[in-house]
Each structure stands twice: as C-alpha cells, then as structure tokens.
C-alpha cells in the first residue's frame, strides 16, 4: 500500500500572492480539512503548511504558508501533491483509496479470473472500475453493491459478479 495519497496537481498560479490552483484527483470537499500536502519534484518532496483554501469552478485555490510571491511557487506547476495516508481522509465500509484499488486482481464469482484493475472512472453516479483482460480489451464494471462482491486490499485481489450483457465472448 501506498503510504501517500495523490489529491491533485498544481495547475497554475493564481494572482500575486502564491497562490495555486489545483487539480483536484479527490473530492473537493476533503481539501477543507487538509492542513498539510507534500509537493512531489524530481529532486525532493517538500512538506507544505496549507494557510487558505477557496474553491473557484472545479479547481481548488490553495495558498500556503511561507509562500507569498508568485515566483516563489510558479515553478511547481504540473507537480503533484499529496497528502500522508494518516492524514487521509477516514474511510467508511466498503469505501477504498483508489490508490489501494489499482492493480488488483478482479476474479468473477464463478472462479475465472478476469484482468487487472487499472484504472477508475468517478461518473457522479457511481465509480466504474475499469479491468484490463489478458485479450487486450477492456472490461467496465459499475462499482456498486450488485457486481462487487468481496475488496481486499491486502490480498490485492477484488471479486465481481457480472450483470448480464457486461462480457460478450
């Protein structure tokens, strides 16, 4: 398991002041409780004390402390930021860090195994877990009660139930 999350990428600076705007790869509303990222470049990670978070369309400003000029935070753009897993966000039953999820082994419920899960599509609705198969194609599973039947995220494997018509042969 990862011992850090990734919530988002610095998109661009935002005014004069330091500011950033992020790309959030989580929930927007978990940027309010976060008080401390750790900013990923090539030569080092930098632990950053966020001060001030507003939201602007789909984008989170974030201003941090000890960062007061444009020039001092415009060459982080496009870097990655991430928040310590103990400082994630608590998770409820049957919830999961994507982090956790992805190369899981999927195995249907008769036994068969599936693919690797390499990638989740959050639609509004519900989660779509996407299964890269041995045959080269892509297998869509909607996250939800009826077709996941068993995670476990130790064991790095997850079992399915497939509605009809999810797997054509």
Do not use: W
């Amino acid at each position: 398991m990862e011992d850090r999350l990734r919530i988002g990428v610095i998109a661009s600076t935002h005014g004069i002041r330091g500011e950033v705007k992020v790309f959030p790869t989580t929930d927007t509303a978990r940027f309010k409780k976060i008080k401390q990222v750790i900013l990923s470049t090539e030569k080092e990670d930098r632990a950053l004390e966020v001060e001030e978070v507003k939201f602007f369309k789909k984008l989170v400003i974030l201003k941090f402390k000890g960062i007061d000029d444009i020039n001092e935070i415009e060459q982080y753009k496009g870097k990655e930021l991430y928040v310590a897993r103990e400082n994630a966000q608590r998770l409820r039953k049957n919830e999961y860090y994507i982090a956790d999820l992805l190369g899981m082994e999927v195995i249907e419920d008769t036994g068969r195994r599936l693919g690797i899960l390499k990638d989740v599509l959050e639609t509004g609705a519900n989660d779509v877990y996407v299964v890269a198969m041995e045959n080269q194609r892509e297998l869509l599973i909607p996250a939800i009660q009826q077709c996941i039947i068993q995670v476990d995220v130790e064991a790095g494997s997850m079992e399915v139930h497939l509605l009809e018509g999810l797997l054509e042969e």
